[in-house]
């Protein structure tokens, strides 16, 4: 009682290849800088720095979502020298220098 599926011909077959590689395209790497990482990056930069609070205003981040960019991004992608310092019971980010040494990443733990 089993009804056995009929065989698409080879040319059938390759057609769909083609249209399928075909159709994915690699997305070029922006380069435009109007990104929020670019805009986060622009006020970590700064020498004032920046608090969690002024980050989640211009980005419309959640607090936790921040924290998480610095560890992921800053931190361990772009691989930056991230320090942040405690004054009037604000804590103020900043990158400090170059990409951050092998040693001090050593001594962190990560």
């Not at 011909?9 to 990104?35: D, E, L, Q, Y």
């Not at 921040?66 to 942040?84: I, P, T």
């Not at 405690?86 to 092998?102: E, F, H, L, M």
């Amino acid at each position: 009682m089993s009804k056995s599926k009929r065989a698409r011909s080879r040319k059938v077959r390759a057609v769909s290849k083609v249209t399928k590689a075909t159709v994915r395209k690699s997305v070029a790497h922006r380069k435009g800088g109007n990104s929020k990482q670019d805009h986060v990056l622009h006020l970590l930069r700064r020498p004032s720095g920046a608090t969690i609070e002024k980050i989640t205003q211009a980005t419309g981040w959640q607090a936790h979502s921040v924290r998480g960019f610095f560890a992921g991004v800053v931190r361990k992608k772009l691989r930056l020298n991230l320090q942040s310092e405690k004054t009037d019971g604000q804590r103020i980010y900043r990158i400090a220098g170059g990409p951050a040494r092998a040693e001090s990443a050593a001594l962190s733990g990560t």
